[in-house]
Nanobody, 122 residues
């Protein structure tokens, strides 16, 4: 099927930057929309950023101006550039994608990565 693998997380000081990657592998027809979620200390999964197949992006207010989502369709990879990181950004970050696994998969199916830990120290 389809696998999504996140990378790029780690420990960073407040004010620093990280670039997360989510690579898609396996056999699929198309990736429709990619989202980044995060799950922090409150154990509530929060939608952070979205990018559509047309390139439209959206962000939760708390990361606007600091985070940038992008995608490289040729490489099957989505990125989340995170700047000016703060302790409240500490969370496990997950990529999520609606993927058409075949031409006949009209609506697509949801796939999740395993997550990558981002820890921001003060």
């Amino acid at each position: 099927q389809v696998q999504l693998v996140e990378s790029g997380g780690g420990l960073v000081q407040a004010g620093g930057s990280l670039r997360l990657s989510c690579a898609a592998s396996g056999s699929f027809y198309a990736i429709n929309i990619i989202r980044w979620f995060r799950q922090g200390a409150r154990n509530q999964r929060e939608l952070v950023a979205v990018i559509t197949s047309g390139g439209t992006t959206n962000y939760v207010d708390s990361v606007k101006g600091r985070f940038t989502i992008s995608r490289d369709n040729a490489k099957g990879t989505v990125y989340l550039q995170m700047n000016s990181l703060a302790p409240e950004d500490t969370a496990v970050y997950y990529c999520n994608a609606n993927v058409r696994t075949s031409l006949r998969d009209l609506g697509g199916s949801e796939f999740w990565g395993q997550g990558t830990q981002v820890t921001v120290s003060s």
